[in-house]
């Protein structure tokens, strides 16, 4: 019997809203220094109250989940969560050809680094060295939806994907009522910005992005043949870096990773 024949329709179940917010206090402690932090801290991040964290966390700490640390004042992953992410198999490109070139590139590169494909009008981030690098500002970026038109990653994708999914895209964004739709519809800015980018031959954002307005990301497409699957960045600091530094150090040091994660994606197959 179908699935869909055995449970019925699958619009008349309700989330089981504790199961969200629990999962929104993992999302935020795995986002924190350590996979540490305290119940204030997390009742901030989430926007639960505190008494709904601690409840929480006491729920995850019996499923193994998360334990105590510096003697109960905060809350650091458990094994348990690592055990969680066993069976997944994500796409192999990914996993057996990016995510070993990245880490093998991260010490010439130093500054931090996400491999990310589209979905849905966002680039999302499938792997990354943010976790590993010194010189990162974050902790934990896999997952993160990254916006299309105001980042290297976007930009990467959007100049060297097929035809058909750049029109796509666009249409898709297009309908949006924020500023990113309103970049969209203004055809003369995305051929622009396709244009310049294809001419440096990388993508480049320099605070375009307001939330990372702090942020310098160039970003090179991954490719199978001509046209794009994915794009890599590298994000620096505005004030550690300079632009001709970007330009002759670091940019040489990406294009080598990208066109190594391209080799290895084009003989994989794509999950």
């Known amino acids: 019997m179908p699935l869909s024949e055995s449970f019925g329709d699958a619009s008349l179940y309700r989330e089981v809203r504790g199961l969200s917010r629990g999962l929104a206090v993992l999302r935020a ?3 924190m220094p ?19 964290i601690k409840r929480l966390l006491e729920t995850l700490k019996t499923e193994g989940l ?3 640390k510096d003697e109960g004042a905060s809350y650091a992953l458990g094994f348990e969560v ?13 996993d057996r050809v ?9 010490r010439a590169l130093s500054w931090p680094s996400d491999l990310a494909t589209p979905d849905g009008g966002f680039m999302i981030v499938r792997e990354s060295t943010h976790r590993v690098s010194m010189l990162s500002q974050h902790r934990a ?9 105001v980042s290297s990653l976007g930009r990467a994708w959007l100049t060297w994907c097929a035809e058909e999914e750049r029109e796509a895209t666009l249409s898709l964004l297009q309908e949006r009522t924020d500023a990113i739709g309103e970049m969209a519809r203004d055809s003369a800015y995305v051929k622009r910005v396709v244009r ?16 990372e307005a702090s ?36 940019v040489p040091l990406l294009r080598t990773l990208a066109d190594e994660i391209s080799k290895g994606a084009s003989s994989s197959p794509r999950g």
Do not use: C
Not at 221 to 246: K, M, Y
């Open 29 to 31: 402690l795995n986002a």
């Open 34 to 52: 350590g996979g540490i932090g305290g119940v204030v801290e997390l009742a901030r991040i989430t926007g639960l109250h505190r008494t709904t």
């Open 66 to 68: 998360v334990h105590h």
């Open 82 to 94: 690592r055990r969680l992410s066993e069976g997944y198999v994500g796409a192999d490109w990914i």
């Open 98 to 106: 990016a995510a070993p070139a990245m880490r093998a590139h991260l």
């Open 141 to 149: 970026t896999i997952g993160i939806r990254i916006p299309m038109l």
């Open 196 to 211: 310049e980018t294809r001419r440096r031959g990388y993508a480049v954002n320099k605070g375009e992005w307001l939330s």
């Open 215 to 250: 942020v310098t990301a160039v970003g090179f497409p991954i490719r199978i043949g001509e046209h794009a699957i994915g794009a890599i960045n590298l994000v620096l600091q505005n004030n550690a870096v300079t632009d001709r530094e970007i330009a002759t150090r670091y």
